[in-house]
Nanobody
Framework: QVQLVESGGGLVQPGGSLRLSCAAS????????IAWIRQAPGKEREAVSC????????YYADSVKVRFTISRDNAKNTVYLQMNSLKPEDTAVYYC???????????????WGQGTQVTVSS
């Protein structure tokens, strides 16, 4: 059974940092695209950052470029999202999502984690 388990969310002041983790299991290391997608109350889902493994491409939303970094630890089958210089507008539930598709810059995936809340507030 495919499982994606996020961790690392929380409350942070503006300008602070958080690192989100997404531990994947059940894929037999076979997913091709993995993404961080966020949704704030009353707003549509937004692809924040993602990786397409087959062409080694990465994507960042314009709103997070320079501030966020996506990375993978293959040995642990875990994907990270390092978030620096956080802003109140980054407040949202962050989901990890994955599947065998290409072009990771999308908001519809086959498999989803449960989400982790990130709140940026003073």
């Amino acid at each position: 059974q495919v499982q994606l388990v996020e961790s690392g969310g929380g409350l942070v002041q503006p300008g602070g940092s958080l690192r989100l983790s997404c531990a994947a299991s059940g894929f037999a290391l076979d997913y091709n695209s993995i993404a961080w997608i966020r949704q704030a109350p009353g707003k549509e889902r937004e692809a924040v950052s993602c990786v397409t493994i087959s062409d080694r491409s990465t994507y960042y939303a314009d709103s997070v470029k320079v501030r966020f970094t996506i990375s993978r630890d293959n040995a642990k089958n875990t994907v990270y999202l390092q978030m620096n210089s956080l802003k109140p507008e980054d407040t949202a539930v962050y989901y990890c999502a994955a599947d065998r598709g290409t072009n990771c810059n999308r908001v519809w995936y086959d498999y989803w984690g449960q989400g982790t809340q990130v709140t940026v507030s003073s």
